[in-house]
């Protein structure tokens, strides 16, 4: 049997397995079956933890439902990060994924990240051919890499979307080589916008982490908003600063639901 801890940022939900002493063969199948809501435990994503290296406190790998892996996931940073910082009392964190190392910091009862530069260029989302990733060639869009690939699709009305059945449409666009998440925007004004995602290979989520960043920097760039602004999600509320260095700063809380044990080899495979 394997402990495991359901953690949360927003609604936006984890699996969290601890591979630092001993590997778990936590296959894209595996991962899938523990994500499934009727047949496993149920999750927006399964974390494994790796042992850290070289600087980092943790190695955090990150799949999604389907099985595929993920290059950044913002809520599950943030929870790493409290969850490293239980065992070690520090205040700051160093998070290595497969796309680079994330810095995190304990501010009271939330937690802020460091996210990286956005990438902006059309190889870095990436997209099918070359153009400008302000202006997509369909709807209101925009595109960025936040260490994973996003779509911003401006609306003037949020509740007026069919984001379910839109945005399966448009993560598997043959624009999108590595299919996308596709978030939709509604600017309330310069410091605040609405959002909601469907996530690549997880679906309509409650909150979106690096959605969140990819919304503000795409919004900025377009003089939307300033370079800071509140991003509420169905789950709640996110502050996103892009600093004039390019990186993105997240700041949001983080929760655990509950604990406990799973058999890995009794998942239906
Ligand atoms: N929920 C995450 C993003 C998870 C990965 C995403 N579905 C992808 O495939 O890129 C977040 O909070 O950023």
């Known amino acids: 049997m394997v402990p495991f801890r359901k953690m949360h940022g927003l609604g ?7 591979a630092r002493a ?12 523990i994500a499934d809501r009727r047949w496993g435990i149920g999750c927006d994503q ?3 933890l790796e042992p850290g290296t070289d600087g980092a406190d943790v190695f955090m790998r990150i799949r999604n439902p389907d099985g595929s892996e993920a290059g950044a996931c913002g809520n599950a940073t943030r929870c790493i990060a409290s969850l490293i910082a239980g065992e070690t009392a520090a205040d700051h964190i160093t998070i290595r994924t497969i796309s680079g190392d994330l810095l995190a910091e304990r501010l009271g009862d ?6 990286g530069p956005a990438r902006l260029g059309w190889q870095d989302v990436p997209l099918a051919r070359a153009m400008d990733t302000l202006r997509l060639p369909f ?3 925009a595109a960025c890499s936040m260490g994973n690939p996003h779509a911003t699709l401006f609306v003037p009305d949020l509740d007026a979307v069919p984001v379910a059945t839109l945005g399966p ?5 043959p624009l999108f080589p590595d ?10 004004n310069p410091e605040h916008i609405r959002l909601t995602v469907w996530e690549r290979g997880a679906g309509l989520t409650l909150a979106c982490g690096s959605g969140a960043c990819a919304a503000l920097v795409n919004a900025a760039r377009r003089g939307l908003t300033g370079r800071a602004a509140t991003v509420t999600l169905p789950g709640g509320d996110l502050h996103i600063e892009w600093r004039t260095d390019g990186h993105v700063l997240m700041t949001g809380p983080v929760a655990t639901a509950f604990t406990g044990t799973i058999d890995l080899d009794a998942l239906p495979l």
């Open 12 to 18: 936006n939900d984890f699996v969290v397995l601890d």
């Open 22 to 33: 001993h590997p778990l063969p936590v296959t894209p199948a595996r991962a899938a079956a």
């Open 46 to 48: 399964v974390i494994v």
């Open 110 to 115: 939330l937690w802020r990240v460091d996210m």
């Open 139 to 141: 709807e209101d869009a």
């Open 169 to 173: 449409l448009l993560e598997h666009d």
């Open 179 to 188: 299919r996308a998440n596709i978030g939709f925007v509604q600017v309330i």
